[in-house]
C-alpha cells in the first residue's frame, strides 16, 4: 500500500470514530502527498458521512458518534475548501440551503448535525441560528437565493411556528419560489402535509437524501 493510499484510508478511519485533530492532520498530510482536494471531499468525505448517517439511522451508533464524525468532516472539509480556493478551483455547490430553527425554539444540535452534513455532502447551507423569526427565514431565502429553506422544531409548543413562518411565504408571494422542509422532535409527516411543506426529515442522514430529491440529484 502506498503513502496515498495509507492517508485515504486513515483519514476515512479517523471520520468514522470521529478524531478531530487526527483528521486534520491526515488531511494535511494527504495533501502534502499529492491528493486532490475536490477528489477527497467527493470520495473519502462525502461517502464516509453517508456511512455514519446510515449507522445512525440503524442505531448501530448514537448521537455523540454522529456529532464527532460531523465535526472531524467539518474540520477537514474547511482545510481541503482552503486548499481548493488557493489553487484558484472552486467548489461546486449542489444547492442553497437556508437552515435554521424556527422562532421561541432554543434547540440547535439537531440543527447544527444537519448543518454538517448537507455541508459536508456539498451544499451551501446558511444558519440564521436558533429561535429565528418567519421574517428571518424569509430575509436570508431572498438574500441567499435559495433553493431550500429548511426549519427545525423540537418542542410541541414551538411546532406552530413552522405553520407561521410557511404561511409568510404564502403571504409575501413567496411560496413558490421555495422547496420548504422541516424537521425535528416534535414533527412528523402528517403535521409536514397538514401545513404544506415540502417534505420531511426525521435526521439529519435523511435530511440530506431530502434535499438531493427535491433538487433532482442523484442519491
Same mark, same amino acid.
Given at each position: 500500500?502506498?503513502?496515498?493510499?495509507?492517508?485515504?484510508?486513515?483519514?476515512?478511519?479517523?471520520?468514522?470514530?470521529?478524531?478531530?485533530?487526527?483528521?486534520?492532520?491526515?488531511?494535511?498530510?494527504? !495533501?502534502? /502527498?499529492?491528493? &486532490?482536494?475536490?477528489?477527497?471531499?467527493?470520495? %473519502? +468525505?462525502?461517502?464516509?458521512? @453517508?456511512?455514519? #448517517?446510515?449507522?445512525?439511522?440503524?442505531?448501530?451508533?448514537?448521537?455523540?458518534? !454522529?456529532? /464527532?464524525?460531523? &465535526?472531524?468532516?467539518?474540520?477537514?472539509?474547511? %482545510? +481541503?475548501?482552503?486548499?481548493? @480556493?488557493?489553487? #484558484?478551483?472552486?467548489?461546486?455547490?449542489?444547492?442553497?440551503?437556508?437552515?435554521?430553527?424556527?422562532?421561541?425554539?432554543?434547540?440547535?444540535?439537531?440543527?447544527?448535525?444537519?448543518?454538517?452534513?448537507?455541508? @459536508?455532502?456539498?451544499?451551501?447551507?446558511?444558519?440564521?441560528?436558533?429561535?429565528?423569526?418567519?421574517?428571518?427565514?424569509?430575509?436570508?431565502?431572498?438574500?441567499?437565493?435559495?433553493?431550500?429553506?429548511?426549519?427545525?422544531?423540537?418542542?410541541?409548543?414551538?411546532?406552530?411556528?413552522?405553520?407561521?413562518?410557511?404561511?409568510?411565504?404564502?403571504?409575501?408571494?413567496?411560496?413558490?419560489?421555495?422547496k420548504i422542509i422541516i424537521g425535528?422532535?416534535?414533527?412528523?409527516?402528517?403535521?409536514?402535509?397538514?401545513?404544506?411543506?415540502?417534505?420531511?426529515?426525521?435526521?439529519?442522514?435523511?435530511?440530506?437524501?431530502?434535499?438531493?430529491?427535491?433538487?433532482?440529484?442523484?442519491?
Amino acid at each position: 500500500m502506498g503513502n496515498s493510499e495509507k492517508f485515504r484510508n486513515d483519514l476515512k478511519e479517523a471520520l468514522q470514530q470521529g478524531l478531530l485533530e487526527e483528521s486534520e492532520s491526515l488531511t494535511r498530510q494527504a !495533501l502534502a /502527498a499529492g491528493e &486532490d482536494p475536490l477528489d477527497l471531499i467527493q470520495t %473519502i +468525505l462525502v461517502p464516509t458521512l @453517508s456511512d455514519v #448517517g446510515c449507522q445512525f439511522q440503524e442505531f448501530e451508533i448514537f448521537l455523540p458518534e !454522529l456529532m /464527532a464524525a460531523g &465535526d472531524a468532516a467539518q474540520a477537514a472539509t474547511r %482545510i +481541503l475548501e482552503e486548499a481548493i @480556493s488557493a489553487s #484558484g478551483r472552486k467548489t461546486a455547490s449542489l444547492g442553497t440551503i437556508v437552515l435554521g430553527t424556527v422562532q421561541n425554539d432554543i434547540h440547535d444540535i439537531g440543527k447544527n448535525i444537519v448543518n454538517t452534513l448537507l455541508s @459536508s455532502h456539498g451544499f451551501k447551507v446558511v444558519d440564521i441560528g436558533r429561535d429565528a423569526a418567519p421574517s428571518k427565514f424569509l430575509d436570508a431565502a431572498q438574500q441567499e437565493n435559495a433553493d431550500i429553506v429548511a426549519m427545525s422544531a423540537l418542542m410541541t409548543t414551538t411546532r406552530p411556528a413552522t405553520r407561521s413562518t410557511l404561511n409568510l411565504f404564502v403571504e409575501t408571494g413567496s411560496r413558490n419560489h421555495y422547496k420548504i422542509i422541516i424537521g425535528g422532535g416534535c414533527i412528523d409527516l402528517d403535521w409536514a402535509n397538514e401545513i404544506g411543506a415540502d417534505g420531511y426529515a426525521k435526521d439529519a442522514a435523511a435530511a440530506v437524501d431530502l434535499c438531493k430529491k427535491l433538487l433532482g440529484i442523484p442519491t
